[in-house]
């Protein structure tokens, strides 16, 4: 095996602890096929691997296999030169030429590369990488003016391009009306020259990068197409006769160069509108703060900011940063950040966000979140990756990328050889080929996918939509199931002690005094329900020592010399306890759908103390969302922790036949497995901690606005807000997206696999040819930006449902109980 083989890896290994750790990750390191050495040092925690073909994804899964992780980073860099589908691949490939490479995914669209790289990659070389591929690079804080300067430079080039050709092409048009005259040959040359060399330049660049790298691209195609017409001009002009007027093609390849230039500036234009949204959300971020120190206002730079700073907010200023109200009330425009459109209330112990409006009130604000902490740096980084992100279908495209341009040059060399061998002259022959290498564009393949992406998940996030991935999108639209929790999804999540009870022998501020004194501490919406109460009622609550939770049931610890636990039915089972007359009470409140927690003496004498009944409102959208995906042959599920009473009113309420209730936490995730087992294509919808396995066993997990950040980081879409109505706009936009690519993809192959064969049957002459070529590109893009003006359907929330009597609705427990 050649020498020039030898690879040498240095991994960031985290997670060891000892010398048998690096023991066992180097004893894993040496089984990797074409490894030749491999030392761990634990001290520094790095790896060094030395061997023959060795690949580093599979030293990264060898090191996963272990129990160890490899540190890694994800770096974006701004590329600037690419041109078409080839371009993007090539700069990938270059990029995972790179040591510390672990994956690339460029995006022609957007112009950005994101990469998975090992940590502390130097940035420098990978820079160094895509210059040397031909393209620019630089990081995305080094682009300052550059954009706005190149912007200006190719829309002059293009005006010059169109005043030097309007000459040329004009004849052109006149012989189609029927009015037959030329301009004169040195007159033609002379202004064809600048448009073919000096505007054309960036053609001749960008084709010889390709050529030296080995591949091809747009570039080639159109430099050698124009050069071919350009000199078939010389050469007429040259051969003709004195007195003699040929017809030249001077106005062909002028034509084409600035038909393709006007082509990318619109294509150009249309980008930049797919990153709308990202430029949005960015131009929130105020530059500046006031600052309260010592009890005077500073004026700051956000940059200075950190957690626990005064802010004063002013009306109608942007908040600078996450942050609780302190001080003052007022109104929060969050429109842009949620998709929200009524300004929120706020009042000392409400959050605001940063990037958000203050309304006509002056507010203090403490921060608590800065930087890429931040929600709007979140959703950001979320709009970024999903926009980066490929989608699975993107593979099919790529590999056809990868072979276009040559196989389109064979088809113009066979198509100069046909019609020679056909009789025809050279000049008719070079023409036809021309028309073929002009008009073939791998420009529209490799923007259909991305340029789709980009709009679509652009205007969900603008309606507080977040997609995390391409491959969430894919999925979102074949969903067949959705599964709702209960809690905080459906309901409002601010449940209320309505009713309580205590057994004879105890009095009722004893039965809410000890169950607050259970709960506190305790960030549980039921917990603060009794808490709440107990405020109201100026109730002194106890001490509470070893509280600890129980999971799925409640909760336990010792208040005085009595052992206590708050909690549900299987709670109260568990400890084999008799309710006595609280029995039918409980059968009572349960039907009316409400949520039961029992006090429970465990020492030192074990006895039921009473019973409390909690209520929750149905958000105003619930019934609304249910019914919308239930009229696109969506079944939707309601899988609760709650009694079966409690699950099977909501379920009523809103319409929802398949209900699982008594379900723990780690069930969940069993439930929607069953179903996807079932062949069913499942989206399961939550927003706390013990939704986390569900949400991550979906096909795609979808996580409520206002929910925790476990359940938004398992989940393939974020809501912004707790509106449910935003699930079946999710689909909807999956939908009209995944519908888009398709389109866009159908075009750009008819378009090749039509418009390559009429070139070459001669059909098409090469200026048709170059604004057919050109037009395709902005006819993708702009197919794509169609989704910018995609809205939410708003349903009214009074939809029918069926009978109270819960006919027709199945309640399941874990056991199989039927209520």
């Known amino acids: 095996m050649p020498a020039s083989n030898q690879q040498t890896y240095n991994l960031p290994i985290s997670g060891m602890t000892c010398a048998s750790c690096a023991g066992r990750v180097e004893r894993t390191l040496a089984k990797v096929p074409g490894v030749q050495s491999a030392q761990v040092n634990l001290a520094s925690e790095m790896a060094r691997i030395e061997g023959l073909d060795a690949t580093l994804p599979s030293l990264i899964e060898a090191v996963q296999q272990a129990g160890y992780q490899v540190s890694s980073q994800r770096l974006e860099l701004s590329i600037g030169g690419m041109t078409c589908a080839s371009c993007a691949g090539r700069v990938e490939r270059a990029l995972l030429k790179q040591p510390g490479v672990i994956s690339v995914s460029v995006n022609l669209a957007s112009e950005k590369a994101s990469l998975q790289v090992l940590a502390g990659s130097d940035s420098a070389a990978l820079i160094a990488a895509v210059e040397a591929a031909g393209y620019h690079a630089s990081l995305p804080e080094q682009e300052t003016k550059a954009a706005p300067s190149n912007y200006t430079r190719e829309h002059w080039l293009l005006l010059a391009a169109v ?9 052109m048009f006149a012989d189609w009306l029927g009015w037959h005259w030329m301009l004169p040959a040195w007159l033609q040359f002379a202004l064809a020259t600048p448009v073919q060399f000096v505007i054309g330049a960036r053609f001749y660049r960008a084709a010889w990068n390709a050529l030296r790298a080995g591949t ?6 159109v430099a050698i197409g124009t050069s071919a017409a350009y000199g078939l001009s010389i050469y007429l002009w040259w051969t003709a006769g004195d007195g003699q007027m040929a017809h030249l093609y001077f106005e062909s390849s002028a034509t084409v160069i600035t038909l393709v230039l006007l082509g990318k500036f619109l294509e150009s234009r249309a980008k930049r509108q797919t990153g709308a949204a990202i430029q949005a959300l960015q131009a929130l971020r105020p530059e500046q703060a006031v600052r309260i120190v010592d009890g005077r206002d500073e004026q700051i730079s956000i940059a200075r900011l950190q957690v626990g700073d005064l802010l004063r907010v002013r009306p109608g200023e942007r908040f600078a940063a996450d942050g609780e109200v302190v001080e003052g009330q007022s109104q929060a425009d969050e429109s842009l950040i949620t998709g929200e459109s009524l300004p929120l209330d706020k009042a000392p112990g409400d959050r605001v966000t ?10 203090l604000v403490k921060t608590t979140a800065l930087g890429a902490e931040s929600v709007l740096a979140r959703i950001i980084r979320l709009v970024e990756d999903a926009q980066a992100a490929k989608a699975p279908i993107q593979k099919l495209v790529d590999r056809i990328s990868a072979v276009f341009v040559p196989v389109v040059l064979l088809i113009a060399a066979l198509t100069f050889a046909g019609w020679l061998l056909a009789g025809s002259g050279m000049e008719q022959a070079l023409i036809n080929a021309v028309s073929v290498l002009v008009i073939a564009c791998p420009c529209a393949l490799g923007l259909a996918t991305p340029a789709a992406i980009m709009a679509g998940t652009g205007v969900a996030a603008k309606h507080g939509i977040l997609i995390k991935d391409a491959q969430a999108l894919e999925i979102v639209h074949k969903v067949t199931d959705v599964a709702f929790d209960k809690t905080g999804t459906l309901t409002s999540g601010k449940p209320q002690l309505l009713h309580w009870q205590a057994v004879p022998g105890t009095s009722e501020e004893d039965l809410l005094g000890l169950a607050g004194a259970l709960q506190q501490g305790s960030e549980h919406p039921l917990a603060k329900a009794v808490l709440r109460t107990c405020s109201e009622r100026n109730l002194r609550l106890p001490a509470v020592n070893a509280s600890h939770s129980l999971p799925g049931r409640g909760t336990r610890g010792q208040v005085g010399e009595l052992e206590l636990a708050l909690g549900n039915q299987r709670l109260l089972e568990e400890q084999q306890l008799s309710t006595g007359e609280l029995q039918q009470q409980a059968a009572a409140w349960q039907n009316e759908g409400r949520t039961l927690s029992w006090l429970l003496q465990l020492a030192p004498q074990a006895k039921v103390l009473g019973l409390l009944a909690f209520g929750d409102e149905l958000k105003a959208g619930a019934a609304a969302a249910v019914a919308s995906l239930q009229q696109r042959g969506v079944t939707c599920h309601l899988i609760s922790g709650d009694n079966p009473g409690s699950a099977g009113v909501v379920a009523r309420q809103l319409g929802i036949q398949q209900v699982h209730a008594n379900v723990l936490p780690e069930d969940k995730a069993a439930h929607v497995a069953a179903l996807k087992q079932a062949g069913h294509v499942v989206a399961m919808v939550g927003d706390g901690i013990n939704d986390a396995p569900a949400l991550a066993a979906a096909d795609v997990g979808i996580a409520m606005g206002g929910g925790t950040d476990v359940a938004m980081a398992a ?26 690519i398709r389109q866009n993809l159908f075009w750009a192959f008819v378009y090749n696999l039509v418009g390559i064969p009429l070139a070459a049957a001669g059909l098409l002459n090469p200026v048709l040819a170059g604004a057919a070529m050109a037009l395709s590109s902005v006819s993708v893009v702009s197919n794509a930006l169609l989704l910018g003006y995609w809205k939410p359907a708003r349903q009214s929330s009074t939809v029918e449902h069926p009978p109270a009597d819960g006919k027709g609705v199945t309640t399941t427990t874990p056991g199989g109980v039927t209520p």
């Open 216 to 221: 091809g691209n747009m570039d080639l195609l």
């Open 715 to 740: 989940a393939g879409i974020s809501l912004m807000r707790g509106d449910p109505q935003l699930v079946p706009a999710a689909l909807e936009i999956s939908r009209r997206t995944y519908a888009k």
């Open 354 to 363: 940063g990037g958000a409006i203050n309304g006509a009130g002056q507010l």
């Open 163 to 171: 005043l030097l050709t309007l000459p040329l092409a004009l004849p």
